[in-house]
């Protein structure tokens, strides 16, 4: 019966359409959640109080997707498409660069994530400087939406839902089922964020990095493949009419138990990265007191309260199992809402902490490199013909 049926079943598949925004809502609130965390004192106390509103902002670029035609190519860059063998040797890092070697056309089909982060950071920078609150919050938030992106490897590959290689749906399987399922297993707990003088040089190697995973990505899941029946591989679910066909869980445990490693360490090390961008924004913009930005004044003891036993938790990795992400409660209301204001409403001008006088306590004074993994080793390995960059499974 089985056999009959799946014919007809697979002809009459309208599989699911392209690549949803990276790690899916779930992934994206988390390592916004964590991002604050990593903020220093002179920061967090503001972050956390809107970290509620972050947190469900996070998702928006990936919300406007249908409504926006220009939207999709911001979450990605098919590095591949450029250079099978040697694509960073070949992609200019300045976007008016790769605009004159590649046009502008191009880089809007194959994506331009690494600029839109870049973008997306500086006006950040304004909005601190514009003391401008409900900027702040946006623009934090789609920074770490973007940035976030660039930690998924398959957003670095023209093969990015496994749709060239039969393996469509893998996109999801890695940055939704994966971490949904298994987040209790998840070290959460990362560096906490500086300033980072070169920023398009971090993100690309960022997106550097993530490619490095590209190879593993699919190679593990083509293992599984063979040894696992294509019905016991998927699962179909029937909606309004059309049948969606995605990985089932007994797959899911399996590519858990072979990439799970990899995805719990980009989701470590996303908010570190995120933090430290939102870190070099407020600090190129002149360090304005973010305490004077909190319209109902300064932490409550109930917040001091909160943000004590939610850092204790992420420091022990158990944030997850103590029910603290919210990425795991229904959305509720803000608990302490505090007013945000665009610049226009802020009256006088900012009120910049001075270099020698920072605000307190201290933040990170000194500009320090990117927080990227120095120790990650970047192989070229000759396939087919082509070369592609690998990561090691050691590395993470
Ligand atoms: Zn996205």
Known sequence: MKKTLLPLLLAALVLAS???GAWGFFGHRTITQVAVYELPASMQAFY???MTELVRQSTAPDERRNDDPTEAPKHFIDVDHFSEDNPFGKMPRQYEKAVAKFTADTLQKYGTVPWVIIETKNKLTEA???????GIVTYSAE?????????????TTINYDGQLTDQKGLHSLWESQLPERFINDYKLFGDEAKYIKDPLAAVWTVVQESFGFVGETFDRASKIEKTMKPDVRFTFSHRYGKTTRRYSDAFADEYEKAVGGMVSYRMKMAPTMISSLWLTAWQDAGKPNLNELMHLGRPTKVEKEKLTVELAAWKANTLSQNQLLLAQQKVKKIEVADEIKPAKDMGAAPKEVKEDEP?????EA???PAPVVDKM??????AKGTEKTKQKASDW
Request: charged content about 25%; hydrophobic content about 30%.
């Open 143 to 155: 920074l770490s939406h973007y940035m976030g992106d660039a930690y998924v490897p398959l957003h």
């Open 18 to 20: 392209g690549t949803a």
């Open 366 to 368: 000194e500009p320090a």
């Open 359 to 363: 605000a307190e306590p201290a933040p």
């Open 377 to 382: 080793k970047v192989k070229t390995k000759s």
């Open 48 to 50: 956390y109080r809107h």
């Open 128 to 134: 601190f400087r514009q003391r401008d609150t409900v």
